[in-house]
Each structure stands twice: as structure tokens, then as C-alpha cells.
């Protein structure tokens, strides 16, 4: 039997994820000006550069974090029986999920149905009123069609259906076996991009993304089965240590599908349109380049990361909460800042410094308070202990170095 590892904290898996969560401020400020639609847009919209950055950051963006929550539920799981395990998950992301989509969500669905002016609206229905009037229709389903919405909360309900079944796999005797296949050869762990390409090129034909749950099957497989790989590798540390010995190789070959993926992309899509070819193998080398990726930065933030970086670590504790409020704020400021039209680049800065420094402390605010600390996902406390005073210590302690 594999020996199994139960570290209390993995540093670089907080890293990354820590690295990932802050990222989605520049991502979803680009939503702002980018060529899809949105629930909020600049009046100029679109320009290349926010399609580019978008195509950039989403290459392995979500996937990572769903991969790196396999690992987590695996590590949780080592601890904890099934029935406390899924309370633990009910209350990090279902009841944040249920208080969000009242208290987050509906200001971005009532913005974007005042302006009625704004290009590229995902949903482009009208209302006349204040907020309030329009929470009493808020509770129409579903958007696009209506106005209940989970938007950016969607991560949180995918992510608890995906851990339901890992409290039945156990030990699963099938998957150390081909853990000990794997161990013998690294390069094998290169194999399941393969399954994901399978699942893109079988599945997204027919289901595009939606991110209802009910009907967005292709997602499913792809983000369950990043979920299940990601427990896998949790539960055979010696697998996963053995991406450390490919890490180079992985990094030379997600450059390279990355830089062919953006040259086989058209540049209204944000790409440079340099090499015709069809949308099939487009995709293909899409999905290569991700689990190449995936790779590459589990490889090296196992080695880069193993120590502590002090201001992601203060970041850690309230990952969660960030998460919850970033959107929101960048969909208000794009409301607030219609009238901003010229200066782009400048107004994307400004939004994405704004809405970095109000969701941090947004999100220490919740810290402080036992009840918003249940509402934002964070383990309850009848007496918290405020994050500010640890993490101005390691702030402070990192500044004196300088």
C-alpha cells in the first residue's frame, strides 16, 4: 500500500492558488472590454489586447483551481470521516453560494439591466428603478431569460457536486496500481491530456459552456475529471512529486502549444491569425497546451514554491472571500465609469488596482466577524482571530528585508 502524506499546509499549493484567485481580477476586468458578451461593458468596447489577455489567463485559470481542490479533498478526506468532510463542504461553498447570489449577485444582474446602452450586454433586458424595486423580481428564473443568476458563483456549486462522489473511492486499489505504473516512467502523466482532449472533442460540440449545472455536461467532464485527477494525485504524493522530473519538458511544450494555439487563433478572438486551419485541431492544441500547463506550474510550484512568499501567505485566509466579492466590485465600477471612454489601458488599471485593494479588505472585514465569516465560506469561530494582526506582521517583516 502507498504510504500516504497529511501535510497541514502545502505552501506551494496555497501559492498557486493564492496566484490564481488574484489573477481573476485582471481577468474579469477584461471582460469589460473584450469582444464576448458580458454583464457590463466599456462604451468602446471591444479591443484586441482584453481578448488577448482573457485567452491568455484562461488557458488553465479554472483548471488549475479545480485541480488543486482534488488535491485539498484528498488531504481532507485523509482527516476527516465522509459525513464531516461534507459539511466542511456545505458550509465553504454552499451557504456562501446561497447568501451571494442574493447579496453579490443581484447588484450586478440590476446594473446591467438599467443600461440599456451598453454594447454587448449578455442580457439584454431592461428595468426601470432602484435595487430594491428590482429585488422583487429578482427571483424570476433563469438568466439570461430572467434575472436569477449565480454568475461568478458558479465555481462553488460545480465544485461541491464534484467532491460528493470522492467520499466513495476510499483507497481505490485501481488507482495506486496505475500510480505505480505512472512512478515507473513520468512522462506517462503527459497520457491523461489525452482523456481531456477526448472529453473537448466528444462533449463541446454539443454542450457549450453554460454554468447552469443542469445542462453543461462537457464542462462537467472536463472540470470532474481535473477534480478526480487532482484526488488521485493527493492520494500518491509519490506521482505527484515525479512532475518535478518532467517539469522542463512540460514547460517547453505548453510554450510552444500556447504560442501555435495564438497564432492558429483569429484575431478578432484575439489570436494573430497567422496559420489557417480548422476549428477541430484549433482545439485540440488548445486542451494540449492546458494540460501541459497544468503540468509546468504544478512541477514548478512544487520547487518555487515550497517556502512561504509573506504577502500570498497573508492573502491565503481569505482567498475564499476575495473571490466572492471581486466581481461584483468590477461590475459597479464599469457601471460607475461609463462616461470614462477614452484612455482604456488606464481605466483597466485603475478598475483592477481598485477592485484588488476593496475586495482584500472586503474580505479581512468579513474575517472579523463570526457571522460573516459563515457567510463568506471561512471555518467559524465564536471568537475569530483577525487575520489583520498576523498578516500586517508579515507585511511589516517582509518590508524590513527591503
Not at 140 to 166: G, I, V
Not at 203 to 219: E, G, I, Q, Y
Not at 330 to 348: E, R
Amino acid at each position: 500500500m502507498i504510504a500516504l502524506s497529511s501535510p497541514p499546509r502545502r505552501n506551494d499549493v496555497d501559492t498557486l492558488r493564492a496566484v490564481v484567485v488574484l489573477l481573476l481580477v485582471p481577468f474579469h476586468t477584461a471582460r469589460l472590454f473584450d469582444a464576448e458578451v458580458w454583464h457590463m461593458k466599456d462604451m468602446n468596447a471591444p479591443y484586441w489586447a482584453a481578448d488577448f489577455l482573457i485567452r491568455s489567463l484562461n488557458v488553465a485559470q479554472m483548471s488549475l483551481l479545480f485541480l488543486l481542490a482534488g488535491m485539498s479533498a484528498a488531504w481532507a478526506l485523509e482527516r476527516r470521516s465522509r459525513v464531516p468532510f461534507l459539511k466542511e463542504r456545505f458550509a465553504r461553498l454552499i451557504v456562501p453560494l446561497l447568501i451571494g447570489t442574493m447579496v453579490l449577485v443581484a447588484p450586478q444582474v440590476w446594473v446591467e439591466r438599467i443600461t440599456p446602452d451598453v454594447p454587448l450586454r449578455m442580457s439584454p433586458i431592461d428595468h426601470e428603478g432602484g435595487l430594491w424595486p428590482f429585488m422583487t423580481t429578482y427571483f424570476r428564473c433563469c438568466y439570461p431569460e430572467a434575472n436569477f443568476s449565480w454568475h461568478h458563483l458558479w465555481f462553488l456549486p460545480y465544485l461541491f457536486t464534484y467532491c460528493l462522489p470522492l467520499v466513495f473511492l476510499g483507497n481505490a486499489a485501481v488507482a495506486q496500481r496505475l500510480a505505480r505504473w505512472m512512478n515507473k516512467a513520468p512522462w506517462r502523466l503527459f497520457l491523461p491530456g489525452l482523456i481531456l482532449i477526448g472529453i473537448e472533442a466528444a462533449l463541446r460540440p454539443s454542450f457549450p459552456s453554460t454554468h447552469n449545472l443542469v445542462w453543461d455536461w462537457a464542462n462537467h467532464a472536463h472540470y470532474g475529471f481535473l477534480v478526480l485527477f487532482g484526488w488521485w494525485l493527493g492520494r500518491n504524493p509519490d506521482v505527484e512529486a515525479s512532475i518535478c522530473d518532467i517539469r522542463q519538458i512540460a514547460l517547453f511544450l505548453a510554450a510552444g502549444l500556447v504560442a501555435l494555439w495564438f497564432a492558429t487563433l483569429p484575431v478578432d478572438a484575439g489570436g494573430f491569425g497567422m496559420i489557417e486551419t480548422s476549428h477541430t485541431i484549433r482545439h485540440m492544441i488548445r486542451f494540449a497546451a492546458e494540460w501541459c500547463l497544468l503540468l509546468t506550474l504544478l512541477g514548478y510550484g512544487r520547487i518555487l514554491f515550497s517556502r512561504p512568499i509573506p504577502i500570498l501567505k497573508a492573502f491565503v485566509p481569505i482567498a475564499l472571500p476575495f473571490y466572492l466579492f471581486h466581481q461584483t466590485i468590477i461590475v459597479l465600477l464599469g457601471w460607475l465609469w461609463l462616461d470614462w471612454t477614452g484612455m482604456p489601458l488606464l481605466k483597466a488599471t485603475a478598475a483592477a488596482v481598485l477592485t484588488t485593494i476593496l475586495s482584500i479588505l472586503l474580505a479581512w472585514g468579513a474575517a472579523h466577524s463570526s457571522v460573516t465569516r459563515l457567510a463568506t465560506g471561512l471555518p467559524f469561530r465564536r471568537k475569530p482571530r483577525f487575520p489583520l494582526r498576523s498578516t500586517e506582521a508579515i507585511c511589516i517583516r517582509w518590508l524590513a528585508r527591503w
